[in-house]
């Protein structure tokens, strides 16, 4: 957590240069990964998904079921994400947590070889179990075909190809291509001050990542019959994107991206019903009410507004498109966000603002942190 230690000042220059991020926001991904590898934290996951600490500790009750004994599931191997900064990490520290032995694909930055190595240093006993190495994509078939359980992170297509390469008793943890989007009430709404707190909460959820992450926030419906309306709230969330923008610079634009951003704004333009949100360059873009028969963009710094009566009208939208929730931002307290949230699957909701900064015990991708990393043995009777 030291921003000045000096091996993280390594790894941030090092993710810095992969990704393309700032350094701001480099700097927020590692305070939020690292702020959340707590001793009590990681214990308390342990043991709510366990029923006890050490695995291996003998026979006990387990979740309410007696005579059951946790064992390492043995050889893991994690798969680091080419986007989400160290998304590898919880994963390790979960399988180091059941006794396995753990190896990861690192990425070009070498941050989990340099968390690793700090690690071992303060851990002597784990360095025999933890080991980083970068792989290229055409050996990590036949390295990963001998392991227990892999663990890997990509979009849908990446993860059937790597399954397929798997032992049929290997245990697959994979966490595929989700998309976020956010929900505000009418009665969320209710004046002024309440709704730019909102779109500030937005715009980082929103400028976080360059919406590479499936917690990047991809897409927003806004109810209609608040006492602010839909059009002036996407005034006050263009206005918090430039700020936020400012806290958190942009990656360098490349061209492509920024030529598509502005043919979107082109396109929202010629239609007389769309009103836009954006500047010159077309640094950002947001287009209220864009036709519901178009998916979300998935572009930096660029969303569409969509305004509702109801949130059946959000659940239909993602039908429609086939999309799957990570997670669901969203503003006001009502029980038909939970049901939204269950019918798209999502694996969590959460306040706006902290869509990309989940808790180190919610279920990523909808799945435990260390109950996958064990085998569950015992006599019921």
């Known amino acids: ?203 980082l959820d929103l400028t976080l990542y360059e919406a590479e992450g499936c917690l990047s926030l991809h897409t927003l419906f806004v109810e209609n019959g608040g006492a602010i309306s839909v059009q002036r709230f996407a005034a006050l969330l263009a206005e918090a994107l430039r700020e936020s923008a400012r806290q958190f610079p942009p990656a360098i634009a490349d061209a492509t991206t920024a030529a598509r951003r502005a043919a979107a704004r082109d396109l929202a333009l010629f239609r007389s019903s769309a009103a836009i949100h954006s500047d010159r360059g077309a640094g950002y873009l947001i287009v209220l009410d864009p036709p519901f028969e178009e998916p979300p963009l998935f572009l930096p710094q660029t969303i569409g507004v969509r305004a509702v009566d109801d949130s059946a009208r959000a659940a239909d939208y993602f039908a429609r498109h086939g999309i799957t929730l990570e997670g669901l931002a969203v503003a006001g307290e009502r029980i038909d966000l939970l049901e939204l949230a269950a019918t798209c699957k999502a694996a969590r909701v959460a306040p706006f603002g902290t869509l990309q900064a989940p808790p180190l015990g919610a279920f990523y991708g909808g799945r435990p942190r260390i109950a996958e990393f064990v085998r569950w043995l015992g006599d019921e009777t």
Not at 48 to 74: H, K
Not at 81 to 99: D, L
Not at 119 to 146: F, H, M, Q, V
Not at 159 to 173: C, D, M, Y
Request: aromatic share 8%.
């Open 1 to 203: 957590m030291d921003a000045e230690f000096e091996p993280r000042v390594r790894a941030r220059e090092a993710a810095c240069a992969r990704t393309g991020y700032s350094r701001a926001v480099v700097e927020y991904a590692f305070d939020r990964l690292f702020g959340e590898l707590r001793g009590d934290a990681i214990e308390a996951i342990v043991v709510d998904e366990l029923g006890c600490f050490d695995v291996l500790d003998g026979f006990t009750a387990v979740n309410g079921r007696p005579n059951v004994r946790t064992i390492p599931i043995g050889r893991v191997c994690i798969i680091s994400s080419r986007t989400t900064i160290g998304v590898a990490i919880p994963a390790a520290v979960f399988a180091m947590c059941a006794k396995c032995n753990v190896l990861v694909k690192d990425r070009e930055d070498r941050l989990v070889a340099s968390f690793f190595k700090t690690l071992a240093e303060e851990l002597p006993d784990l360095k025999e179990r933890i080991s980083a190495r970068s792989w290229s994509g055409a050996a990590s078939g036949a390295e990963i075909a001998t392991y227990d359980a892999v663990v890997a992170f990509g979009d849908d297509a990446t993860l059937a190809e790597i399954a397929s390469q798997l032992r049929v008793s290997t245990r697959f943890i994979g966490y595929g291509s989700k998309a976020s989007a956010g929900y505000v009430t009418r009665e969320s709404l209710s004046h002024e001050e309440a709704a730019r707190s909102i779109a500030r909460g937005a715009a």
